[in-house]
C-alpha cells in the first residue's frame, strides 16, 4: 500500500476518537492493565480490558471487580463483557455505565473454546437470532452515550455462517462498530484468517466502522489488511505476545512513516522487565505472584535471541525482580534483532476441531425456551476468540 492509498490515521467509535485505527484484542490472562499500560507506551490505540463475565460483573466477585480496574493513565477505558442471558448483560453494561467505570464496552461472541460453545455461548450464540439481537438491543439501550461494539467470528463452522445477519442485526441495534474475527469457531485458530470474510462485511455494512481480526503479525500485514478489505481498523491479538512495540510500529505505519522496531537483546530484556514491574503494581506488590504470571511470556519476548535454555528456564522460575535482574544481567545487551527468527505467528495455534455444541442447537435459529434457563452455564471466563 502507498502512502497516498493510506486510509484516515485515526478510527471513530461514537464519541471517542483514537489516534490509530488499531485496538488491543482482549485475551484473558493477558490484556491485564498491565500489559496495557505497556503496550499504550509504545504506541496509540484502544486497549481493551480481558473479557469479564457478565453474570460475575454483575454479583461483584472480587476478581470480576479487580479486572475491570483501570491506571489513572489509561484513556479511554475499554472493558469486554461476555453474556448469554440479556437481563444479566444489560444489568453489567447499567453497572459499568451508571459506576463511571468504562469509555467503552465490547461485547464478545466470537469465543471458540469448547467449555462455552457447548452451553451455547461465545461463538455459537449467534447462530440464536433472536438471542444474540435481544442481547445486543438491550446492552445498546443500557449503555446510553457509551459507544458499544461487537465483536463476532465468521459463524460456527462453513456450513453455519452467522457473520453478515449478526453484523445486520448489531447494525439495528445500534452499535458503534462491528469487528470479525475472519475464522469460524471450528478452525479455532488453525491456517490462515479468511480476509475476504473481512471484504464481504465491509461491503454489506456500510455506516458503522469494520474492524478486521486474524493473522496481522506485522504493520504490514495490517495495511495489506485494510488495502485488501477496506476495513476501517485493525484488531491485533496474538501478533503483540512479547512485542509490545508492534504498536509504535502500526501507529507510525498508519500515519505513512517507514518505521519499524528492530530491538536489541538489552531493549527487549528492558520490554521484559517493565511488565513484570507493572505486573507487580497489578497484583498489589506481591512480586512472587507477578512472576508467576510473567511465566508465559518468557518465551514470546525472546522468540528467535540467542538465550540459551537454561536462562529461559530461569526465567519461567524467578520469583522476584531481583532475579529476573541477575538473569537479565547475563545476556548480551548488544545482540541485534535476529530479523525473521523474531517474527511471524505466535501463541498456539491449535488445529480445526468440530465445535462443541448444546444438543440439536443447528437445528433451529429459534431458542427453545426449555434452554433459556442453562445458558448462564455458559457464562465462564475463557479466551476472547
Not at 119 to 131: E, I, Q, Y
Not at 142 to 154: D, I, Q, S, Y
Not at 192 to 212: M, Q, R
Amino acid at each position: 500500500m502507498s502512502i497516498s492509498t493510506l486510509p484516515s490515521p485515526g478510527l471513530s467509535i461514537g464519541p471517542i476518537d483514537v489516534a490509530s485505527p488499531v485496538v488491543l484484542a482482549p485475551m484473558a490472562g493477558i490484556t491485564n492493565t498491565a500489559y496495557r499500560r505497556l503496550c499504550r507506551e509504545y504506541g496509540a490505540g484502544l486497549y481493551v480490558s480481558e473479557m469479564i463475565t457478565s453474570r460475575a460483573l454483575v454479583e461483584r466477585t472480587p476478581e470480576s471487580m479487580r479486572l475491570i480496574q483501570h491506571h489513572e493513565s489509561e484513556t479511554p477505558r475499554s472493558i469486554q463483557l461476555y453474556g448469554v442471558e440479556p437481563n444479566t448483560v444489560a444489568e453489567a453494561v447499567t453497572m459499568l455505565v451508571a459506576e463511571d467505570r468504562a469509555d467503552h464496552i465490547d461485547l464478545n461472541f466470537g469465543c471458540p473454546v469448547p467449555k462455552v460453545t457447548r452451553k451455547g455461548g461465545g461463538s455459537a450464540l449467534p447462530w440464536k437470532t433472536g438471542l444474540f439481537r435481544e442481547i445486543v438491543e438491550r446492552a445498546v439501550a443500557a449503555a446510553g452515550a457509551v459507544p458499544l461494539t461487537v465483536k463476532m467470528r465468521k459463524g460456527i463452522d462453513s456450513d453455519h455462517l452467522t457473520y453478515l445477519e449478526a453484523a445486520r442485526a448489531a447494525q439495528g441495534a445500534g452499535v458503534a462498530s462491528i469487528a470479525l474475527h475472519a475464522r469460524t469457531a471450528a478452525d479455532f485458530y488453525s491456517g490462515t484468517a479468511d480476509w475476504s470474510a473481512i471484504a464481504t462485511l465491509k461491503e454489506t455494512i456500510s455506516d458503522v466502522p469494520i474492524l478486521g481480526n486474524g493473522d496481522i503479525w506485522s504493520a504490514a500485514d495490517a495495511l495489506r489488511m485494510v488495502d485488501e478489505t477496506g476495513c476501517d481498523g485493525v484488531v491485533v491479538g496474538r501478533g503483540c505476545l512479547g512485542r509490545p512495540w508492534l504498536f509504535g510500529d502500526l501507529a507510525a505505519a498508519f500515519r505513512g512513516e517507514d518505521l519499524k522496531a528492530e530491538p536489541t537483546l538489552g531493549e527487549v530484556g528492558r520490554a521484559f522487565r517493565r511488565h513484570a514491574e507493572l505486573m507487580v503494581e497489578f497484583w498489589s506488590g506481591d512480586e512472587g505472584r507477578a512472576c508467576r504470571d510473567m511465566r508465559k511470556h518468557v518465551a514470546w519476548y525472546f522468540k528467535g535471541y540467542p538465550v540459551g535454555g537454561e536462562v529461559r528456564a530461569a526465567l519461567a522460575l524467578a520469583d522476584s525482580l531481583q532475579e529476573i535482574d541477575d538473569l537479565l544481567a547475563t545476556m548480551n545487551p548488544d545482540e541485534l534483532y535476529p530479523g525473521e527468527a523474531a517474527e511471524g505467528p505466535r501463541g498456539r495455534a491449535g488445529s480445526p476441531k468440530r465445535p462443541a455444541l448444546p444438543d440439536r442447537w443447528l437445528e433451529s435459529r429459534d431458542l427453545d425456551e426449555a434452554f433459556k434457563a442453562e445458558l448462564a452455564a455458559a457464562e465462564l471466563h475463557h479466551s476472547g476468540g
